[in-house]
């Protein structure tokens, strides 16, 4: 361990040294099957039950790229604005590690397949162009299991256990260039990035982006140049840090650092360091003064990746629908160099389409920071193209449904698999129509997510509705009056609070599917 123990104050390192940052973003993409082999990718599978020749790399074995995997790279890469290449290969990256079992990692190296574009933040009031290096696309190692030690590090383990069902897993990795410039602010810009490219991931449904869970991962590069100098410094490399704000504590903890370690004469380590979610501090990993030599060279099993300009098009096309922006985005393709194409467009910001969004629907600040909070905002989106308003949309999203995955532990978006923005539309159209109140709705989202089926086959298999026949209302009133005289001559004498125990009566008899407001405005008229 280096001298991690002496920090600067974060305000007194920014009257010395300017801060560059640089982020690396590992994405799991979510195709139904690996990156080179037929493999399904569930999460959570029994160990080792979702592997074959190929993702195990067994003699003979031999890979073929999943044409899905690339279209969403492609999607990710247009969305960036990144240029789209006419061809590229896949490399093979030589190393051993006991996850990895065909000892190579086939990934991309001097030819990614998009290159060269940026995603805008907009951080305290400033709009930073964050410019993207490259999107390249490779495949996830194995999962290592270390039993038996106090930190589940390999460190103090009694034996460790291998899981391959993540080997060959498709993974996107996402290259920020160098951000200069933003002193004070580097923290906050690296959280709002990774923010921002995690709710653009979600809008795309090229993945998850479950932090949680290790489908977005993030390395921190950070350096310190002398106020001044246009020499940067050494940067250091901090690992899987797995929450947006560890992002911003990994990017604080180590400008205190690498300033402490500058300020007594030291010199910085280019090394990868270890983020500890409790303490916020990073200690020293591997070295990277020795650079290690992969041997890249060209994947021998795989041919070239050639998207054609039409194919990049239509996935571009694909993409405005997803997005929902409007046709003033023109596709003009204009080709680069000889290798590649990019698009003439710009596909806004996450912050620009929220911005867009909010104006549309007409909803305040907090509520729409309360949606994107919960990661609802995409949900909500696609209930309003249902015909929902924004209000409904949200308070359906934000209310019940989100109170539903937090009972049963899990998220607004895998509820929306089975809650989908269509349904939540439908059962917000029987409230509003009056067929279902709020109670009953509530039964519905409930049966829903219990795999029931669609809001209209519930209402009829379980004969939910509203009772709105006048008739069977009138007998229900009259019955809880005749039950309850003393309650009935408190009403007629001008008690009408005492309405409530009648109303209540009347509920319990048609097993809560009577309009309560309309019960009570027949009690009262009936006993006026
Ligand atoms: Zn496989």
Redesign the pocket.
């Known amino acids: 361990m280096t001298s991690t123990e002496t920090l600067v104050p974060f305000a007194e390192t920014m009257e010395r040294y300017e801060p560059v940052i640089g982020l690396e973003t590992h994405v799991e993409l979510g195709t139904r099957t690996?990156m080179?082999?037929?493999?399904t990718t569930t999460f959570g599978a029994e160990p080792n039950s979702?592997?074959?020749?190929?993702?195990?790399g067994l003699p003979g074995s031999l890979p073929v790229v999943n044409r899905m995997a690339i279209e969403y790279t492609i999607r990710i890469g247009l969305a960036l604005n990144c240029a789209i290449a006419e061809w590229c290969r896949f490399a093979r990256k030589n190393y051993f590690y006991p996850d990895m079992p065909k000892n190579f990692q086939i990934s991309q190296y001097d030819e990614p397949l998009c290159t060269d574009g940026y995603l805008d933040v907009d951080v305290n009031g400033k709009t930073v162009r964050v410019g993207i290096e490259r999107v390249h696309l490779e495949e996830d190692t194995g999962k290592s299991l270390h039993i038996g030690g106090a930190t589940g590090r390999i460190h103090g383990a009694e034996y460790s256990l291998v899981d391959y069902n993540r080997?060959?897993i498709p993974l996107v990795e996402i290259v920020t260039k160098p951000i200069a410039g933003t002193g004070a602010d580097a923290p906050a810009v690296a959280r709002t990035y990774v923010t921002d490219l995690r709710d653009l991931l979600r809008s795309l449904h090229v993945s998850d982006v479950r932090m949680e869970e290790g489908s977005l991962r993030c390395d921190v590069n950070v350096s310190l140049a002398p106020r001044g100098s246009s020499r940067w410094g050494k940067r250091t490399e901090t690992k899987n840090v797995n929450s947006l704000r560890s992002v911003q504590r990994a990017v604080e903890f180590e400008i205190e650092r690498q300033a402490a370690v500058l300020d007594a004469g030291g010199r910085v380590i280019q090394e990868t360091r270890h983020f500890y979610e409790e303490t916020a501090t990073t200690t020293a990993g591997r070295s990277k003064e020795e650079a290690q030599d992969y041997r890249y060279f060209p994947e021998p099993d795989l041919v070239p990746v050639a998207p054609s300009s039409e194919w990049v098009k239509e996935i571009g096309d694909r993409l405005i629908a997803l997005l929902q922006i409007k046709p003033q985005f023109e596709f003009v393709p204009v080709k680069i160099g000889p290798s590649g194409y990019r698009f003439e467009n710009n596909f806004g910001s996450p912050s620009t389409r929220f911005k867009h969004f909010q104006a549309q629907w007409g909803l305040p600040q907090a509520e729409m920071d309360a949606i994107r909070n919960a990661d609802a905002f995409e949900v909500v989106k696609d209930t309003v193209a249902t015909g929902t308003s924004p209000a409904a949309a949200a308070k359906w999203w934000l209310g019940e449904i989100a109170r539903l995955a937090n009972d049963r532990g899990t998220s607004l978006t895998s509820l929306s698999q089975i809650i989908t923005p269509t349904r939540v539309g439908r059962i917000d159209k029987l409230v509003s129509s009056g067929r279902l109140n709020d109670r009953l709705a509530r039964d519905v989202i409930h049966a829903v997510a219990d795999g029931e089926g669609d809001p209209d086959e519930i209402v009829k298999a379980r004969g939910l509705a509203v009772v709105s026949d006048e008739g069977a209302l009138t007998a229900a009133v009259d019955e809880a009056i005749a039950a309850n005289p003393d309650v009935a001559a408190r009403i007629r004498d001008g008690r009408v609070a005492a309405a409530g125990v009648l109303v209540g009566a009347v509920m319990k008899a048609t097993s809560g599917q009577a309009d309560a407001a309309r019960v009570r405005a027949l009690i009262l008229q009936r006993l006026s």
Do not use: D, I, M
């Open positions: 690996k080179f082999c037929g493999c979702q592997v074959c020749p190929v993702c195990l080997a060959g």
